[in-house]
């Protein structure tokens, strides 16, 4: 048994180290591709967060399962998504991922490519057959996303047309009663309304130059977009689509440092356009330089400081770097133009808690369970929070409440069980977890918590 844990560990840390030779050493001296870390990692997670393709490989040949789930619910499968990892997502795909699985706020893979801006992931995972029209438990589908959380501009303009052509419902409301077109109109984002409208009409001239690069971009004719693109700019050497498209298509040919000088080409020819301040951001956190991206985030805000969109993805990316307390310093700015914005009190409750801040963090989803008191989420989230204080019978009255508005919710429910089984309510707690496993029986934190009452 030592010397299994010994491989194990050994495994993990050849993942982490990125030594794939070292990894297929231990796999063949029976290393376990199943083993988990302390955060329910496996192997093949730390691949997945490192997006190292080579790795994922040797790993999901070896058996490696990629909907397994850690502690925070997320696999392999809907990590890569989650971080526009299209490349290991596809490699996921055709190894059984489960297309309709999701995150723990409910969103499939399709929603955080389509909030982040992923082109490629989205399209990868309409090609999959991933649902278009699924809502996580904000009330928000893919589209939603991309139109709230996007800025209307090239990229977010392709990604909104994208889901639209996959069948996106651009009626579909979400927890306020507003449609992505109701967004588009609201946020002044012209072009997207037209895409949402369906309005047709072939570009001609200099756009229709453009549109047809573009077609050649997403058909992988890296080669002859370059030379379309490179003859449309001798032409005019401002065309803001052009510069655009010429650095999505460096970008998508992993030629990263020739893409970031043709977003800065565009930019310093178009200074109005800031949208380019977000794609050197991407770009550059695509070259793992975290400070660089960040500051690219802090110049479109300087741009317009009123404008929400940047400052928000600037606080999702502290996030993903765990930089909590600048992401939740960010929240509290974004809050101070918009109080009632429940998805905002949400994100900064969440880096509340990861910072150990849980009154905090219970303040802070006040915020959302008043602007939308029927949201189970939200009183899950206070119930967490509540427990991690141990004030589990407060903790148990607001998750009854919660299973009220969702009485078929399995996060709900779990988490009704695990507040029972704290105050030693065990028969409870085993009903609770036997109605999740009755309609899914590989919940996994059902059955940890089943285990953990025999």
């Not at 110049?299 to 940047?310: M, N």
Request: glycine fraction near 8%.
């Amino acid at each position: 048994m030592r010397d299994q844990n010994v491989r194990n560990l050994a495994l993990h840390a050849a993942c982490e180290a990125g030594d794939a030779a070292r990894a297929a050493a231990l796999l063949a001296e029976g290393a376990s591709v199943s083993w988990k870390d302390g955060g329910g990692r496996t192997a093949l997670m730390i691949a997945t967060q490192k997006n190292d393709l080579a790795l994922a490989r040797t790993l999901v040949n070896a058996g490696s399962d990629v909907n397994e789930r850690d502690v925070t619910l997320l696999s392999p499968y809907l990590c890569s998504g989650a971080n526009g990892f299209h490349e290991l997502m596809a490699l996921y795909l055709a190894h059984g991922a489960d297309v309709k699985s999701v995150n723990r706020f409910g969103g499939t893979v399709l929603l955080p490519s389509s909030e982040k801006g992923y082109l490629k992931t989205v399209q990868v995972a309409l090609r999959s057959g991933v649902p278009v029209n699924h809502a996580n438990h904000l009330g928000w589908s893919a589209l939603l996303e991309a139109v709230i959380l996007g800025d209307g501009g090239y990229l977010y303009a392709d990604i909104v047309s994208a889901l639209v052509n996959a069948g996106a419902d651009v009626d579909l409301q979400d927890r306020d009663g507003k449609s992505s077109l109701d967004h588009a109109r609201a946020l002044g984002q012209e072009h997207v309304v037209r895409i949402l409208n369906r309005e047709k009409g072939e570009p001609g001239g200099q756009a229709g130059a453009v549109a047809a690069a573009r077609a050649k971009i997403f058909a992988d004719d890296y080669a002859g977009a370059l030379a379309d693109l490179d003859q449309i700019l001798a032409q005019d050497a401002k065309d803001p689509a052009a510069w655009y498209y010429k650095g999505y298509c460096l970008q998508s040919a992993k030629r990263l440092d020739e893409a970031l000088a043709a977003y800065r080409q565009g930019l310093d020819r178009n200074p109005g356009q800031i949208e380019f301040y977000f794609y050197t951001a991407n770009c550059l956190r695509l070259m793992k330089k975290p400070d660089e991206a960040l500051a690219e985030y802090a110049q479109a805000v300087a741009a317009r400081p009123a404008y929400p969109i940047y400052r928000y993805h600037m606080s999702n990316y502290l996030r993903e770097l765990g930089r909590h307390v600048e992401a939740v310093a960010v929240m509290d700015t974004l809050l101070s133009y918009d109080p009632a914005r429940y998805d905002y009190a949400f994100h900064k409750a969440n880096s509340l808690r990861s910072l150990g801040q849980h009154e905090a963090a219970i303040v802070a989803i006040e915020i959302a369970i008043r602007s939308d008191a029927t949201n189970p989420l939200y009183l899950l989230h206070k119930c967490q929070s509540l427990a991690l204080l141990k004030r589990f019978d407060e903790a148990l009255c607001v998750i009854e409440a919660a299973v009220r508005l969702a009485p078929e919710g399995a996060d709900c429910l779990n988490e009704r069980a695990a507040v029972l089984i704290a105050l030693g309510r065990k028969a409870e707690a085993r009903a609770s977890i036997e109605k999740v496993l009755g309609k899914d029986p590989r919940n996994a934190r059902a059955r940890a918590l089943q285990a953990s009452l025999a």
